[in-house]
């Protein structure tokens, strides 16, 4: 059975499956059995020599002055030649493995992510790349406008996967923005037939990350990858998340510190303040206070807002104050002094203001 071993990483550590086999002598074991020149292509393509960087048939047709097409079928047959060898047959268990590890990720799974549960340097994820491929049990769909490249042990299970997917963005409105929860019971819905062993939350999140259409930003908020809630780009991205998570307008100042402490990214004062000016999801509603327009908030002086709230009826100065603080973190002599200004606001007979 295959131990688990947590490799290093900087904020979270990543998972990566030791396997019982040594991939490096393995691999060499299969190249054996194939001609010299066979190998040679299979070494330069998978980059299983010295270098781990994988060469493209045209690079290795030039260097040999053959085609393309050539190489390809040189390529093939050598690894047609390892999948009748003894020494694939004698192999079997490794790639039992290989594929019962697959089937526990969900069945289909995005490449990087294979490779790297797998690996933790290059060369190693080339060797697991190389028997994937010799394996006649394992499926490579490639990289598409809808979907990245992935690997699958199970064609119908795929086929639902990706129908599903593509149902489920076809849902989504343009700004929707959904927890973690709600997209994985939307996603849900539209796999009613799933064999019950994948409804699994880590896998159908594993299935969801198949889709380039389909994202999450930091904050663990799901909707359509090109959505403003979503994608995140820049400072003003983040300053969005910051006071979206907080809940209540913040100080550009305080913007600025949770921007480098939860996503870690350097944001300067001055730089974070600009930005939100600049941003019309963001309304100056105080001192340096910046809420969410999407709250409701309109942007504007508080003589602005005073007249907002004006607009339908009379109100009376206590009325009038409440209006405008729901919208605005002003002091209740602000507002006052405002009100007071005859060019714009008048005192009616009943005590009450209207618009001049």
């Known amino acids: 059975m295959a131990k688990k071993a947590v490799s290093k990483g900087s904020t979270k550590k990543a998972v990566v499956t030791k396997l019982s086999f040594d991939g490096a002598t393995l691999v060499k074991k299969l190249l054996a059995e194939v001609p010299d020149r066979a190998r040679e292509v299979l070494v330069y393509r998978f980059g ?32 047609e030649a390892i999948r009748h060898s003894n020494a694939f047959r004698a192999s079997e268990g490794a790639f039992d493995e290989l594929r019962n590890y697959i089937e526990a990720q969900g069945a289909v799974v995005p490449e990087d992510v294979l490779l790297s549960g797998l690996a933790t340097d290059e060369k190693s994820r080339n060797r697991i790349r190389f028997l994937l491929v010799v394996g006649s049990s ?17 064609h119908r299970t795929a086929e639902m996967v990706h129908a599903a997917l593509t149902r489920l963005y076809a849902t989504l409105d343009d700004a929707e923005v959904l927890s973690e929860g709600e997209i994985v019971n939307r996603f849900l819905e539209e796999l009613k037939d799933v064999n019950a062993a994948y409804r699994n939350e880590e896998i159908l999140k594993r299935w969801l990350s198949l889709s380039k259409n389909i994202a999450s930003n930091p904050l663990a908020e799901w909707g359509k990858a090109h959505a403003p809630a979503i994608r995140t780009k ?13 809940g209540e307008p913040m100080h550009f100042s305080e913007v600025a510190k949770a921007i480098t402490s939860v996503f870690s990214k350097k944001a300067h004062v001055a730089t974070t303040h600009n930005e939100l000016i600049k941003d019309s999801r963001f309304v100056l509603v105080g001192r340096g206070l910046y809420a969410l327009a999407e709250w409701g908030y309109q942007p504007g002086v508080v003589r602005e807002v005073i007249r907002d ?48």
């Open 234 to 246: 820049g400072i003003r991205d983040y300053a969005y998340l910051v006071i979206k998570q907080k």
């Open 48 to 79: 299983l020599g010295t270098s781990s960087e994988r060469e493209t048939l045209e690079a290795i047709g030039e260097r040999w002055g053959i085609t393309r097409e050539r190489v390809r079928q040189i390529e093939a047959s050598g690894i």
């Open 138 to 154: 394992f499926f490579r769909e490639r990289e598409t406008d809808e979907f990245y490249a992935r690997w699958h042990v199970d």
């Open 309 to 356: 709230v004006l607009k339908k009826k009379p109100l009376t100065r206590d009325e009038v104050i409440d209006s405008v603080k729901k919208v605005r973190y002003v002091k209740d002599n602000t507002i006052l002094v405002n009100l007071n200004d005859t060019r714009y606001f008048k005192k009616t007979k009943d005590g009450k203001y209207s618009l001049v």
